[in-house]
């Protein structure tokens, strides 16, 4: 059986999958209508928090606009959620024994490794359009279980674990790419600050130190020293992410006997009268607030942090990323501007490369005996899930800004591009994937 966390994660990027639908659409035609000049103009918009002289959002001495505010700090954010389920994951999850986790890395592997390769075949031989080869690297985990979820429970369990084990993977493989790829000069005095940092909250985490906002306030310093080191910010939310503890203080035992003994000491009060009063003496309330207290030391700071994360990941930071990224001006564009250049490696990436690497690998490893199928799947019900692997949006869209947004000549032309690829790919990914599923999965009795 799947465990709670995992269920919950399921529930969580099926049910957000919808409000980054919506924003995506928003987006688009907000880019392409009347609005058009106010939807590119709100996001170079200057953003100050200050204290003192001192500017949070202020990179090698210049504010940042609001839409480096939600690609940087924002989008921290999003991979401190993102490092939280990984190492939850590899702790107790899908990728906690060679067993479980073998398939879906070896399936990651090759849904990265052949969509670079696609790329690199079609993109023209011009080095600043290869700067986006990592592009069609990326499964977006909230649309690729939204898709999954239409088939509901024709889909065996085993494919839904699959999937979003090989989705959490693929993040970990994006998060090495933006942190080894994406880094610019580096700043010695922030380099040292930002390790500093680090080593504070690994001591921390070995001395038992178990308040979130403790991990919180010295993440929140690691990602401006990190802002400013020359390492991409969005790394610090990760880094934070593994030092926050999975233990608990005590034993389940030590707390669950401390509440039952203050629930067993409680007053007993019946009401006869919705109307009449119920006061509590002190001492009473003072055992609610042990209790409430027990209860929430029962749970991990990491299980913690991630479940307080997960509303504002889901429904606030994804969808406004998705808002202020997707926007493209098709005024500009033509058909053929889909079938050349950044749009058809991007596109061809994702929908064949994608699927290719994913499978093929899978299939290798399976043959060669190294690991099964999941439980109750057949091949070509399997082929359908390596195909929704092709519905690539958030981490996509933040390497193509990250690969094109600062090149000089032609960069914004080809982030549009690639925006375009990411779109038409996942699109195409997520139709063909349906046609499959639905013709290969179980009919529904």
């Known amino acids: ?113 052949v969509p670079v390769i696609v790329f690199w075949l079609l993109c023209p031989e011009n080095p600043d359009m290869q700067c986006g080869l990592a592009i069609p690297m990326a499964t977006d985990i909230a649309f690729s279980l939204g898709v999954l979820s239409i088939f509901s429970t024709r889909v065996p369990i085993g494919l839904k674990v699959f999937l979003a084990a090989l989705a959490v ?123 409430e207290s027990a209860a929430d030391k029962l749970i991990s700071p990491l299980q913690d942090l991630e479940d307080n994360l997960r509303n504002i990941i889901g429904y606030v930071i994804i969808p406004l990323f998705a808002f202020a990224n997707v926007g493209i001006d098709l005024s500009s564009m033509s058909v053929g501007t889909l079938f050349s250049g950044v749009s058809l490696s991007v596109m061809a990436g994702l929908v064949i490369g994608k699927f290719t690497g994913v499978f093929s690998f899978s299939w290798l490893a399976v043959k060669m005996h190294l690991v099964a199928l999941p439980q109750g799947a057949t091949w070509k019900a399997f082929s359908g899930v390596c195909m929704l692997c092709g519905i690539g949006l958030t981490v996509s869209i933040f390497i193509a800004d990250l690969s094109y947004s600062t090149i000089p000549v032609h960069g914004i032309e080809m982030l549009n591009q690639g925006k375009l690829g990411i779109l038409c790919g996942s699109f195409v990914s997520a139709v063909i994937g349906c046609i499959m599923l639905n013709n290969f999965l179980p009919k529904r009795r």
């Open 169 to 291: 993977a693929d993040d970990l493989g994006g998060i090495i790419v933006i942190a080894i790829f994406y880094t610019s000069e580096l700043h010695s005095i922030y380099l040292l600050l930002s390790l500093l940092c680090i080593v504070i909250m690994i001591i921390a985490n070995r001395l038992n130190m178990h308040h979130k906002m403790f991990y919180l306030a010295i993440g929140m310093l690691l990602w401006y020293t990190m802002l400013n080191s020359g390492i991409h910010a969005t790394i610090a939310g990760v880094i934070t992410a593994f030092c926050v503890p999975a233990t608990l203080r005590k034993g389940t035992e030590h707390y669950m006997k401390r509440i039952k003994k203050h629930i067993n000491n409680f007053p007993v009060i019946e009401v006869t009268n919705k109307k009449s009063a119920v006061i509590l003496s002190n001492e009473d309330i003072h055992k609610l607030k042990s209790i």
């Open 1 to 113: 059986m799947l465990n709670y966390s995992f269920k919950s994660m399921l529930k969580k990027y099926v049910s957000s999958s919808v409000f980054l639908i919506l924003c995506t659409i928003l987006a688009l035609i907000c880019a392409n209508s009347q609005l058009k000049e106010w939807y590119f103009g709100i996001w170079e918009s200057s953003v100050n928090f200050s204290i003192g002289e001192f500017n949070l959002f202020s990179h090698n001495g210049h504010n940042m606009t609001l839409h480096e505010v939600i690609n940087d700090f924002l989008m921290a954010l999003f991979f401190l959620s993102v490092g939280l389920e990984i190492k939850r994951e590899f702790l107790v999850g899908e990728l906690s024994s060679p067993k479980k986790a073998m398939l879906p890395i070896i399936g990651a592997c090759g849904g990265m490794l």
